[in-house]
């Protein structure tokens, strides 16, 4: 199985502040990288898939970037409605796996 | 506008059955590939089971597998999961997540269900 860590486990910023969440894979997933929302309380919701696409109505202060085994997902001009738990997925293969997520608040 | 309705959680004695629902509509549900997802209760997510546009291949990984039926009926667009000699460790909420054609992540997902393994 793909094992995914993900860093950090939990993040402190500041309004407008740039804020970058990593993910490492423990063997090359060759792009086939997600990036997840999930708000207080609501289900996760798609920002990124591809490694660095940008899922529909997705903000463009999102990005992704990365290759191989190591990926990032940066949030630019940190808005408070960003406050939310991030996770990665690889889908490269099968079992499809998830890093164990970075809880960001705002300072 | 896509959306996914799940139904059926509730609260199981360990070893017994429960069925999940998941009502689709807003896409052509038939063309899409679909899963289940669950996140324990303060954790993170763990992928249950994928199923093919037909119902003719199913995914498990080996934590459910053998005891975990996921299915549909194209029909009603409707996906199921049959969960069968639960354990405490099911307990979760699970959400239905629609898979991006020809690619394996979730692209769009319902609001959940809580499943609650406990005597």
């Known amino acids: 199985d793909i094992q995914m860590t993900q860093s950090p486990a939990s993040l402190s910023a500041s309004l407008g502040e740039t804020v970058t969440i990593e993910c490492r894979a423990s063997e090359d997933i060759y792009n086939g990288l997600a990036w997840y929302q999930q708000k207080p309380g609501k289900s996760p919701q798609l920002l990124i898939y591809?490694?660095?696409s940008l899922h529909t109505g997705v903000p463009s202060r999102f990005s992704g970037s990365g290759s191989g085994t190591q990926y990032s997902l940066k949030i630019n001009s940190l808005q408070s409605e960003d406050v939310a738990s991030y996770f990665c997925?690889?889908?490269?293969?099968?079992?499809?796996?998830f890093g164990s997520g970075t809880k960001l608040e705002i300072k | 506008e896509v959306q996914l309705v799940e139904s059926g959680g509730g609260l199981v004695q360990p070893g017994r059955s429960l069925k999940l629902s998941c009502a689709a509509s807003g896409f052509t549900f038939s063309n899409y590939y679909m899963a289940w997802v669950r996140q324990a209760p303060k954790k993170g997510l763990e992928w249950v089971a994928t199923?093919?546009?037909?119902?003719?291949?199913?995914y498990y990984p080996d934590s459910v597998k053998g005891r975990f039926t996921i299915s549909r009926d194209n029909a009603k667009s409707s996906l199921y999961l049959q969960m069968n000699s639960l354990k405490s460790e099911d307990t979760a909420t699970y959400y239905c997540?629609?898979?991006?054609?020809?690619?394996?992540?979730?692209?769009?997902w319902g609001q959940g269900v809580m499943v609650t393994v406990s005597s």
């Open positions: 997540a629609r898979m991006d054609r020809g690619r394996y992540y979730f692209d769009y």
């Open positions: 997925q690889q889908y490269y293969n099968y079992p499809l796996t």
């Open positions: 591809n490694a660095n």
């Open positions: 199923i093919s546009t037909s119902g003719s291949r199913t």
